[in-house]
T-cell receptor, first 116, second 109 residues
Framework: EAGVAQSPRYKIIEKRQSVAFWCNPISGHATLYWYQQILGQGPKLLIQFQNNGVVDDSQLPKDRFSAERLKGVDSTLKIQPAKLEDSAVYLC??????????????FGPGTRLTVL | KQEVTQIPAALSVPEGENLVLNCSFTDSAIYNLQWFRQDPGKGLTSLLLIQSSQREQTSGRLNASLDKSSGRSTLYIAASQPGDSATYLCAPEGNQFYFGTGTSLTVIP
């Protein structure tokens, strides 16, 4: 079974530039998560999708961050414009998460963003 | 908001030792709790998932316990090996997952 794919693996940009990250979850997984992990901290949930609908985006800085999951499969996370404090690893995860069920999240390798 | 604390922040042990990692959380209204492993430069790998109705889960040399009422979970690693060196994160799930900052484990050959 193929795992969660993310690209790019690394990105370096200047502040105020825009950047986009892509995630392809495990086939058949209904739920997709984007996390931000700042160095030395645990991952923080940014947004959770169930199929192509948003379940939770309460911690997404909506003035600069946006995410979409068209057709309920792969997803894109965008930052526009980037700030220095956005430097972090952006992790994508997916799970089967049928309604009401509890199951394991599978994580991709992450995208390491450096904002200069 | 859920606050998750992991103690110790770092741990170094000789190979073969048994060890315990601790996780505490402030909101006991959780559905489950997961323990993850993170290797440097990589994503997270789920180790164990404990449902809120369970008290423990075992997988190989790993055993995780959950005391929801007191807001505590422990991860027990038996007969540690150098390959166990990684950061271990706990994540209780309520309305969303909240991760601790992790325990960085080094097993010395």
């Amino acid at each position: 079974e193929a795992g969660v794919a993310q690209s790019p693996r690394y990105k370096i940009i200047e502040k105020r530039q825009s950047v986009a990250f892509w995630c392809n979850p495990i086939s058949g997984h209904a739920t997709l998560y984007w996390y931000q992990q700042i160095l030395g901290q645990g991952p923080k949930l940014l947004i959770q999708f169930q199929n192509n609908g948003v379940v939770d985006d309460s911690q997404l800085p909506k003035d600069r961050f946006s995410a979409e999951r068209l057709k309920g499969v792969d997803s894109t996370l965008k930052i526009q414009p980037a700030k220095l404090e956005d430097s972090a690893v952006y992790l994508c995860a997916s799970s089967l998460r049928l309604a009401g069920a509890t199951d394991t999240q599978y994580f991709g390798p992450g995208t390491r963003l450096t904002v200069l | 908001k859920q606050e998750v604390t992991q103690i110790p922040a770092a741990l170094s042990v000789p190979e073969g030792e048994n060890l315990v990692l601790n996780c505490s959380f402030t909101d006991s209204a959780i559905y489950n709790l997961q323990w993850f492993r993170q290797d440097p430069g990589k994503g997270l790998t789920s180790l164990l998932l404990i449902q809120s109705s369970q008290r423990e889960q075992t997988s190989g040399r790993l055993n995780a316990s959950l005391d929801k009422s007191s807001g505590r979970s422990t991860l027990y690693i038996a007969a540690s090996q150098p390959g166990d060196s990684a950061t271990y994160l706990c994540a209780p799930e309520g309305n969303q997952f909240y991760f601790g900052t992790g325990t960085s484990l080094t097993v010395i050959p």
